[in-house]
């Protein structure tokens, strides 16, 4: 499976940015979609994931109500960000994980893409 994150940027406090994950290869395997981001010193953080069967979603409470996690029908995934924070800032990462029960840990997840940068700073 190969990922292709995309969408990332400078936004003003309170804007908006839409990620997009596209995967390709064996995408069957693969349950859960993951994104993760890590800011400079930090560790890699979970941010929201989408079981692509069911469309379940979870989200890290520092985003929740903030962001919104989705899919659509040709193995895209997108992350919804609105009203961004200066800690909202890193480098987000789209994975993929052939685990049903993925969610949160970064070990869990099997495929990983290059990462985004997002910077929110006025």
């Known amino acids: 499976v190969q990922l292709q994150a995309s969408g990332g940027g400078l936004v003003q406090p309170g804007g908006s940015l839409r990620l997009s994950c596209a995967a390709s290869?064996?995408?069957?395997?693969?349950?859960?979609m993951g994104w993760f981001r890590q800011a400079p010193g930090k560790e890699r953080e979970f941010v929201a994931s989408?079981?692509?069967?069911?469309?379940?979603t979870y989200y890290a409470d520092s985003v929740k109500g903030r962001f919104t996690i989705s899919k659509d029908n040709k193995n895209t995934v997108y992350l919804q960000m609105n009203s961004l924070k200066p800690e909202d800032t890193a480098v987000y990462y789209c994975?993929?994980?052939?685990?049903?029960?993925?969610?949160?840990?970064?070990?869990?997840?099997?495929?990983w893409g290059q990462g985004t940068q997002v910077t929110v700073s006025s």
């Open positions: 994975a993929a994980a052939v685990l049903y029960s993925a969610n949160s840990r970064p070990r869990d997840y099997d495929y």
């Open positions: 290869g064996r995408t069957i395997s693969s349950n859960v």
């Open positions: 989408i079981r692509r069967s069911a469309g379940t």
